[in-house]
């Protein structure tokens, strides 16, 4: 395995997605404080969206200095976050329906599990498709 050192562009753009993470975090925590809303969805619709964030600001910062190999990889991460995001939102809203409680630890380990799991799968249809 290769270590490749990241340009000051790269790391500025995953410090941008942690900040944009926590702007987006604290709009929902006062909309849902204001509403006075609290249930899974809630939680998960806040907390599921750091991977997706950090990714997307990297890839936003970074996208002219880094190499096409890495922004296909970005280009992926993002997609796979989000598929993989809406797939849990759907499992909670169901559950929720069927008044289904799942704690709080149980919902985060699964959500980043399902993100996970679509990462790896698109990871492989792309090594897939290059051979």
Excluded: C
Excluded at 30 to 38: A, G
Excluded at 109 to 127: F, S
């Amino acid at each position: 395995m290769k270590i490749r050192k990241k340009r000051p562009e790269e790391n500025s753009g995953i410090i941008f997605g942690g900040v944009l993470f926590f702007i987006v975090m604290a709009l929902i925590l006062k909309t849902s404080t204001l509403l006075n809303i609290s249930n899974q969805i809630i939680v998960w619709v806040t907390v599921g969206l750091a991977a997706l964030m950090v990714t997307t600001g990297h890839y936003i910062v970074s996208r002219k200095v880094i190499d096409e190999k890495t922004r296909n990889e970005d280009i992926i991460a993002i997609k796979g976050n989000l598929i993989g995001y809406f797939l849990w939102i759907i499992v909670l809203i169901i559950a929720d329906l069927l008044k289904i409680g799942i704690s709080t630890f149980v919902m985060l380990v699964g959500g980043y599990a399902t993100i996970l799991l679509v990462l790896v799968y698109m990871n492989k249809r792309v090594i897939k498709e290059q051979k």
